[in-house]
């Protein structure tokens, strides 16, 4: 009948990419902030393999946010983590993310790996 039906407009770089600070040549938000401005697009080109893991709520009820074991976290030198600073947190909700990079040209990891390496350093974290 010609209708549209919209779910979600979101002019704003998207979650699903947030990889690309570390991942990316330019990171989406660059990309954006130069798209919006009229300046040329960077390179999309990949620095380095990287996968990233979400860091959702993993509590039963909402209560205050204070993310515990951080410091595990931060001395892993492949991983870097990206907190929203949300002050509540509940369960399911994304909190933050974080990155894992290998080392780029000749690197011997696999997305595979790199993935389950994000898994394991974002189960380390806790919600205290």
């Known amino acids: 009948d010609g209708s ?8 704003r770089p998207h979650n699903s990419g947030h990889w690309t600070i570390e991942g990316a040549r330019t990171s989406q938000f660059e990309q954006h902030v130069r798209a919006v401005l009229g300046w040329p697009l960077g ?7 990287t996968v990233m893991a979400n860091v959702l709520g ?6 205050p946010a204070r993310l515990g074991n951080v410091e595990a976290v931060l001395a892993d030198e492949d991983a870097s983590l990206h907190w929203y600073g949300k002050e509540e947190v509940r369960p399911l909700r994304k909190m933050g993310h974080l990155t894992v990079t290998g080392n ?10 790199l993935l389950a390496h994000a898994r394991d350093v974002r189960d380390a974290l806790t919600f205290e």
């Open 4 to 11: 549209i039906s919209v779910n979600e407009i979101a002019p």
């Open 43 to 49: 390179s999309t080109r990949l620095r380095c393999p």
């Open 58 to 63: 993993t509590v039963d009820e909402p209560r």
């Open 104 to 113: 780029g040209a000749g690197d011997d990891h696999v997305p595979g790996d």
